[in-house]
Every structure is written in structure tokens, then in C-alpha cells.
């Protein structure tokens, strides 16, 4: 069976991570944390002397991930190594110095560990270069022409620029810069502006993005009850004051910029539908993005109706999180992944993958929807090839891709047949 999709977009993504991990250290397959000691390194797993790796998960593990274990088996190097989740990290005592953070066992989580990972010293630019054009092929090899990055930065918008140029990216890029607080909210805003003036007609700077809060994974995600099981009768955490997200809301339309907030918990959704109506109310004007939209209660929904919204969810966080994810929430798993619920009401959304967290796969979302249903998810009745298309149909607009029994035949990006 074909099927020709214009415009693949994968409206939620990490575009230089993607390259990183692809070129970088797996830690997917230890078995234990006490594997680390027989890690096979390579140079380009070093940022400067960190040695770098991602994605370890501790669910089999008999003994806890711990900074003792890291010590033990890189003794000369800091370590900064990312859980699968990309929420939480594990270093070593030499990384906590270096960083002046503090940790008993050294688990950094969410701001402490965001801010690890901005402190990590940079690749060189050989090394970038090198990621970007991986990150090109990783999305191109998957079939997508179309990719909407939540982690810009002067430098990566730079690259993009010189490398387009001389026709090295194959990919129309839409750009959001992320703040982690209000102190570098304003710079990162005024980077942005300055970015949005330099677009080209295949790279744009969307706007503004922060998290609300956390992960389903790691208990952070906010939510309107207690996660079911937890003794301590924990709702997760949000990172921000509302009042503090209201004048990053009235900045960033005021510049002209789109808002887009990671929300995972239905609380934390609430909360911030709520607040874009009342910054709505005071006349102020703009785009609201909400990333994930995981779990919305039916009245969040019908309050998103007035705004210009659109959700931008990943089916294929579902297949990941199946196995926990009722157990975790109880009560409130009736409100989990509301595509159904979206497209009823008429909510404009767009699907992607959050690579490198998954890997970007229009087939994968395409999974998720059919096997979800079986698990109490309302089935989704809509066009997924629609709602995986770039809306902007002048965007790059000569772009196709096809597939035969869900294998790539053939990609055209702006008019250029990639294979
Ligand atoms: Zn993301």
C-alpha cells in the first residue's frame, strides 16, 4: 500500500540532541549501574573532558545509579549522564564540583539537572557541524521534510544559517528558544527577536518555551489528585509561579512570538489554559502552543476553544509508557492522550515524536493509535497523515513523502529528490 504524506512535520523535536544522539554514548542497554565500568568510549562521547552519555533507566536494576559507581569507573573525568526520560541525570562527585551543585547520590532532577546540562562545555564546532547533518539524515531516513525544534540557541540558529546557505540542511526548521527562569528570560527573549529578523525562507523562529513541569516517569507531572499509590500523597510540582509565566506570556506576544508550554499533567494544562484566557482578557493577543497535552480533563479542552491554540502531541510517548501508566494515575487515566477529544473539538493539533526521547517515526504514532484502544484511549477517528502535515502549505511548499507497506521510497524536500 502507498501513501504519499506532503509536508511530513514532526511538530515536536530536539533537532541538535537528535544529531548528538545519534553520534553519542547509548546507556539504554546497561543491565545495572555497575555496568558503566565496562563501557566501550569513544572521543566523540566527551564534550571537553565530560564524558557524556544518555538514556539509562534503573526499572531491573538491583543496586541504585549513584555517584560512588561513577567515581569508581571514571576517577579523571566529570560525568554527566542523562536518564531515558530527560528529566533527570547522574554524575559524579568531579561534575557536582565543577557544577557547585550538591546531591547525596548524584541524581540531578529537572531545573538542577536542565542546568547541568547547560553548563556542559560546548562541542567543538566540527563536532556541531557533524551533528546537525546527522540530525538531517536521522529526520530525512524517516520520511520528514518539516521539523518544529523546541531547543534553539544563538549558536545552533547561526550554524542553521551558514549551513543553509550552502544548501547543507535538508529540512524546513522551525525555531523555539527555551527560559528555565525569569533571570534569563529577557536575554533569551531578546536573542530570539534578533533571530526572527535573520529567517530565511526554510528557517523560522517560532517564539518562546518553558516547562510548566515535569514527567509522568518521574513523578513530576502535576496533577489535579494524588499519584495513585504514592503514600505521601504527591501531585508532582510545577517550576514556575503563575505570576512569573504571565509576563513571559505578555513578552513574548508583545514581541510578536508564539508561547508554547510543556504541560504533562492535567493540573498543570489547567492552569496554564486558564491563564493564557486571562492574559487573552487584559487584550493581549498571540499564539499559545501546548506541548504534550497528555492528559486534559474535558472542561480544559472546551476552554481552549477561543484561543489560538494547538496542541502538539506524541502517540508514540504512549507505547513507553503503557505498561505504568494507569497504574500511576488511577482515577485520572480516563484523561490520558484526548486526541479524540481535541479533533471533536475542532482543537488544531499537530503530532510529532519528541526525538531523541523517541525516535522520530510517522509509523510509530500510527502504532499508537491503533493499539490504544484497546486500552480504554478513545479511538482517533481523524487524518493522521493531516495532522502530521505541516499546516503552512507555502512552507517549503514542493515536499513530499511516500511509503510502501510503511517503508520510505521516496523524499522531495523543496523541490530536491533526496532519495
Ligand atoms: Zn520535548
Not at 571537553?48 to 549513584?66: A, M, R, T, Y
Not at 492552569?271 to 480544559?300: D, Y
Request: with cysteine; proline share 4%; hydrophobic share 40%.
Amino acid at each position: 500500500m502507498f501513501l504519499k504524506i506532503p509536508r511530513l512535520y514532526d511538530s515536536h523535536t530536539h533537532f541538535l540532541a537528535t544529531g548528538e544522539f545519534a553520534a553519542g554514548l547509548h546507556l539504554g542497554s546497561l543491565k545495572n549501574a555497575n555496568d558503566v565500568s565496562s563501557l566501550q568510549l569513544s572521543p566523540s562521547y566527551f564534550r571537553g573532558d565530560w564524558l557524556v552519555g544518555f538514556g539509562w533507566n534503573e526499572k531491573g536494576w538491583s543496586e541504585e545509579p549513584h555517584k560512588n559507581i561513577l567515581d569508581k569507573a571514571f576517577p579523571n573525568n566529570p560525568v554527566f549522564f542523562a536518564r531515558m526520560d530527560g528529566h533527570r541525570s547522574w554524575v559524579n562527585s568531579r561534575a557536582l564540583d565543577i557544577l557547585g551543585a550538591t546531591s547525596q547520590d548524584g541524581i540531578l532532577i529537572e531545573k538542577d539537572h536542565l542546568r547541568a546540562w547547560e553548563m556542559l562545555p560546548s562541542f567543538s564546532k566540527e563536532q556541531d557541524r557533524h551533528h546537525i547533518l546527522s540530525a538531517c539524515q536521522v529526520y530525512n531516513k524517516a520520511g520528514f521534510t518539516h521539523v518544529r525544534d523546541m531547543t534553539c540557541s544563538e549558536h545552533l540558529w547561526n550554524l542553521l544559517i551558514e549551513m543553509g546557505e550552502k544548501k547543507e540542511i535538508t529540512l524546513a526548521i522551525e525555531e523555539n528558544c527555551t527560559t528555565h527562569d525569569l533571570n534569563d528570560f529577557d536575554k533569551t527573549l531578546q536573542s530570539a527577536i534578533q533571530m526572527k529578523k535573520a529567517e530565511t525562507t526554510l528557517l523560522r523562529m517560532k517564539g518562546i518555551k518553558l516547562f510548566y513541569d515535569g514527567s509522568l516517569g518521574s513523578q513530576t507531572a502535576f496533577l489535579s489528585k494524588p499519584y495513585n499509590g504514592l503514600p505521601d500523597g504527591t501531585r508532582g510540582m510545577t517550576l514556575w509561579e503563575l505570576s512569573e509565566v504571565e509576563e513571559v506570556i505578555k513578552k513574548t506576544w508583545t514581541a510578536g512570538l508564539d508561547f508554547s508550554v510543556h504541560t504533562i499533567g492535567d493540573e498543570a494544562a489547567h492552569q496554564m489554559v486558564q491563564l493564557v484566557r486571562k492574559v487573552s482578557a487584559q487584550g493581549f493577543v498571540g499564539r499559545f502552543n501546548l506541548e504534550h497535552a497528555q492528559m486534559l480533563r474535558p472542561e480544559t479542552i472546551q476552554m481552549m476553544k477561543p484561543l489560538h491554540v494547538r496542541c502538539h502531541m506524541q502517540p508514540c510517548h504512549w507505547l513507553s509508557d503503557r505498561v505504568w501508566l494507569k497504574q500511576k494515575l488511577g482515577d485520572l487515566y480516563k484523561h490520558v492522550f484526548p486526541w479524540e477529544a481535541l479533533r471533536l473539538a475542532q482543537i488544531p493539533m499537530s503530532f510529532g515524536c519528541d526525538s531523541p526521547i523517541e525516535p522520530p517515526s510517522f509509523w510509530r504514532n500510527k502504532q499508537a493509535l491503533e493499539e490504544s484502544p484497546q486500552h480504554g484511549i478513545r479511538k482517533f477517528t481523524g487524518d493522521l497523515s493531516q495532522v502530521h502535515s505541516h499546516p503552512d502549505t507555502n512552507f517549503a511548499a514542493d515536499s513530499y513523502s511516500v511509503f510502501a507497506e510503511g517503508e520510505l521510497k521516496e523524499i522531495v524536500f523543496n523541490g530536491q529528490k533526496l532519495f
